[in-house]
């Protein structure tokens, strides 16, 4: 993928899908090892498919042996400054389905936890989209050229684009898959499913401008929006509670704020990093009416 080679990636990862599900069958159904088959042909086919990509990784020349303290302690540095990014999407969403099963209850719990797998479909399109889009704006990034900052632009529109129209699909068909994937008792979970879309999509927009902020080597900037979102959001969540009503659809209006608001600090903190046209259609329409 990091080629821009997405049908040769597409192969690998069906490949890897095809290859478990046939050990699967394989241990399960022809040698009888119930839930244990699973787990040997998860980590049969991981470790086979692990060991082909390092295998072509390094006949591609991308692996050497070298020891350079410097690199080592540069790269040290970065991985930690994205750690709390990394970790942000579990404490924005998944911590929250403790504190609902603690203060609200057990059903409402679950009924957030069901719409819940029903939002999360956003961050996959998104995971999915990324794996295109990143080795292409990385290149164009890297290129640091005049004259394609409008395609750097473009792309990352389109990518912020393909995001929110995924978040307004789902959003329509989210009473269908309810329906049509839960059982009767967590139909209810429909308006929070349809909120948490919102919420999730929002954090992939902020996701969208952690890869940029993280090619700018700004890992410290990705490290306090993400601090400051979650504080924020948790901030909001018992305001709610302590002035109003603590339900699950204040929790879910208070991550969709925290999204709003690190969304926009993230997008200005690229710019800070990069001075990108980020309004060239407006220019464009400013020179068409001054050659009239």
């Given at each position: ?33 119930n ?19 390092l ?15 410097k ?18 999407f579990w ?8 504190l ?13 936890a069901s ?7 956003v961050?996959?399109a ?23 900052q ?8 389109l990518?912020?684009f ?16 309810v329906e049509?994937?839960?059982?009767e ?9 349809r ?29 306090f ?14 305001g ?12 879910i209006i ?32 400013t ?6």
């Open positions: 993928v990091a080629e821009g080679n997405s049908m040769a990636f597409a192969k690998y990862q069906n490949s890897f899908s095809l290859t478990a599900v046939l050990t699967t069958l394989l241990f399960v159904v022809v040698f009888e090892l839930w244990q088959g699973r787990v040997y042909s998860l980590v049969g086919t991981t470790v086979l498919f692990s060991s082909l990509a295998y072509f990784i390094k006949t591609k020349g991308f692996i050497a042996i070298e020891y350079n303290t690199k080592i302690w540069h790269t040290i540095k970065e991985s930690v400054g994205v750690l709390p990014y990394s970790v942000s404490f924005k969403n998944a911590a929250l389905m403790l609902i099963a603690n203060l609200i209850g057990k059903y409402e719990s679950g009924l957030y719409a819940f797998r029903i939002a999360i479909i961050n996959f998104a995971l999915s989209l990324k794996k295109v889009w990143q080795p292409y704006i990385f290149q164009l990034l890297a290129k640091d050229s005049a004259k394609d409008v395609k750097i632009v473009k792309s990352i529109y990518y912020l393909l995001i929110i129209l995924i978040g307004l699909v789902l959003i329509v068909m989210a009473k269908f898959i049509l994937a839960l059982d008792q967590y139909h209810d979970a429909t308006p929070y499913a909120y948490l879309i919102v919420a999730i999509a929002l954090q992939a927009l902020f996701a969208a401008m952690g890869e940029l902020m993280m090619f700018f080597k700004a890992t410290r900037n990705l490290t929006a993400s601090i400051a979102g979650i504080v924020l959001q948790y901030g909001l969540i018992f709610f509670g302590l002035y109003s009503e603590f339900t699950v659809m204040t929790v208070s991550t969709i704020i925290a999204g709003i608001f690190t969304f926009v600090l993230s997008w200005r903190m690229v710019s800070r990093q990069k001075s990108l046209p980020w309004l060239f259609f407006l220019s464009k329409k020179k068409s009416k001054d050659c009239i």
